[in-house]
Antibody, heavy 115, light 111 residues
Framework: EVRLVQSGAEVKKSGESLKISCQGS?????IGWVRQKPGKGLEWMGM????????RYNPSFRGQVTISADKSTNTAYLQWNTLKAADTATYYC???????????WGQGTLVTVSS | QPVLTQPPSLSGAPGQRVTISCTGG?????????VNWYQQLPGAAPTLLIR???IRPSGVPDRFSGSKSGTSASLAITGLQADDEADYYC???????????FGTGTKLTVL
């Protein structure tokens, strides 16, 4: 059974950088990222195949974040160079492939950015 | 950015049946992309409820069922229970933009 474990909650200031992680058990699957702003719905950000770092972005998030991976630990990362208050959200990682369901989900990482 | 449209909220009494609709377009549901449904209980991460339009993953009660027709899909919940109170999201794949898309979400209240 695949399990995804995410890094802990973060509190940052506007303008700072941040990298959060998601480590998956097992290998050979895509890991995606989903954003949920407080009280709002789910938004798919993109996904990566840690085996070869093939990455797909939602055009709405391209250039705003960077998705990367470490093949040796089957870990995916989500990175911001310059955080904004609007990045405040819970970020979930998910196992998925381009047209397959998202399952399972990580426990979520709450990112709070103060201005 | 394509999005799937759901009713913002629904309510029902215990034991009743409710149906949540999910309306897409010709580049996602209408193009034959699978529809998946997720349940998000308060304060928790979403979990997969229905995959590939109508398949229940192991452990999901048969009170939950999914269907699809044309550019829309539906999630039906029969025998409503108090712990069904949650947010429900549909999700599909948009073949035009090559992105996964979610529904706008439906908050289900059990009266």
């Amino acid at each position: 059974e695949v399990r995804l474990v995410q890094s802990g909650a973060e509190v940052k200031k506007s303008g700072e950088s941040l990298k959060i992680s998601c480590q998956g058990s097992g290998v050979n699957y895509w890991i995606g990222w989903v954003r949920q702003k407080p009280g709002k719905g789910l938004e798919w950000m993109g996904m990566i195949y840690p085996g070869d770092s093939d990455t797909r972005y939602n055009p709405s998030f391209r250039g705003q974040v960077t998705i990367s991976a470490d093949k040796s630990t089957n870990t995916a990362y989500l990175q911001w160079n310059t955080l904004k208050a609007a990045d405040t959200a819970t970020y979930y990682c998910v196992r998925q492939s381009p047209s397959a369901p998202m399952d399972p989900w990580g426990q979520g990482t709450l990112v709070t950015v103060s201005s | 950015q394509p999005v799937l449209t759901q009713p913002p909220s629904l309510s029902g009494a215990p034991g009743q049946r409710v149906t949540i609709s999910c309306t897409g377009g010709s580049s996602n549901i209408g193009a034959g992309s699978d529809v998946n449904w997720y349940q998000q209980l308060p304060g928790a991460a979403p979990t997969l409820l229905i995959r590939a339009d109508s398949i229940r993953p192991s452990g999901v009660p048969d009170r939950f069922s999914g269907s699809k027709s044309g550019t829309s899909a539906s999630l039906a919940i029969t025998g409503l229970q108090a712990d069904d109170e949650a947010d429900y999201y549909c999700q599909s794949y948009d073949r035009g933009l090559s992105v996964s898309v979610f529904g706008t979400g439906t908050k289900l209240t059990v009266l």
